[in-house]
């Protein structure tokens, strides 16, 4: 059974780094049929794709956040990681992680994710 | 920078009717891309359909989408109490997108 699951601080202070992990149990982390992306969820509003990583190391980032934003993998212990820096209030939500997947037709759609993380930027 | 937009914002309705919601895409997109999501509060988006048509895995067959260049659909054909939740449309041209959001609640 496919399962991720984030980690990481609750509560960020504003301009430092939010720092969270996503640990995938289940299946290999290193396949060319997956994409592993982060997604969030300011409170009471929709969902916002941060960016995604691909096992080559390929990355994908939204346009507006990609000079605050890295994702990296840790093969070794199956994890991807997300780092924001330079957090404001505008940062507080829910992170996501999930797996995108990228092969055959159709294609494209996240089809596990984990149960969410809320971190909340404040002094 | 491809836009979905889902109408109705809310749609309110009774069990056992039919519920049926829009996501219009601000220009063509190919439908092999298109997906639905389901959330709960408090729990994780859950993928319904992709390519535009085809259930997940596990996933009841009164819920079903179709639609193609502009304009796709997800229909649940016949509500249970379960389904009253928000649902996302989502795209994918260079990056994925999602649409805003329609709350299904009970009337």
């Known amino acids: 059974q496919m399962r991720l699951l984030e980690s990481g601080p609750g509560l960020v202070k504003p301009s430092e780094t939010l720092s969270l992990t996503c640990t995938v149990s289940?299946?290999?982390?290193?396949?060319?049929?997956?994409?592993w992306g982060w997604i969030r969820q300011p409170p009471g509003k929709g969902l916002e794709w941060i960016g995604t990583?691909?096992?080559?190391?390929?990355?994908n980032y939204k346009s507006s956040l990609k000079s605050r934003v890295t994702i990296s993998f840790d093969t070794s212990k199956n994890q991807f990681s997300l780092k924001v820096s330079s957090v404001t209030a505008a940062d507080t939500a829910v992170y996501y992680c999930?797996?995108?997947?990228?092969?055959?037709?159709?294609?494209?759609?996240?089809?596990?994710w984990g149960q969410g993380a809320l971190v909340t930027v404040s002094s | 920078e491809i836009v979905l937009t889902q109408s109705p914002g809310t749609l309110s309705l009774s069990p056992g009717e039919r519920a049926t919601l829009s996501c219009r895409a601000s220009?063509?997109?190919?439908?092999?891309?298109l997906a639905w999501y389901q959330q709960k509060p408090g729990q994780a988006p859950r993928l319904l359909i992709y390519?535009?048509?085809y259930r997940a895995t596990g996933i009841p067959d009164r819920f079903s989408g179709s639609g193609s260049g502009t304009d796709f659909t997800f229909t649940i054909s016949r509500l249970e109490p379960e389904d009253f939740a928000v649902y996302y449309c989502?795209?994918?041209?260079?990056?994925?997108?999602f649409g805003q959001g329609t709350k299904l609640e009970i009337k």
């Open positions: 999930a797996r995108l997947v990228v092969t055959g037709l159709p294609t494209n759609y996240f089809d596990f």
């Open positions: 289940g299946d290999f982390i290193s396949s060319d049929s997956y994409y």
């Open positions: 990583i691909s096992y080559s190391g390929y990355t």
């Open positions: 220009q063509s997109v190919s439908s092999s891309y």
């Open positions: 390519g535009a048509s």
């Open positions: 989502q795209h994918f041209v260079t990056s994925p997108t």
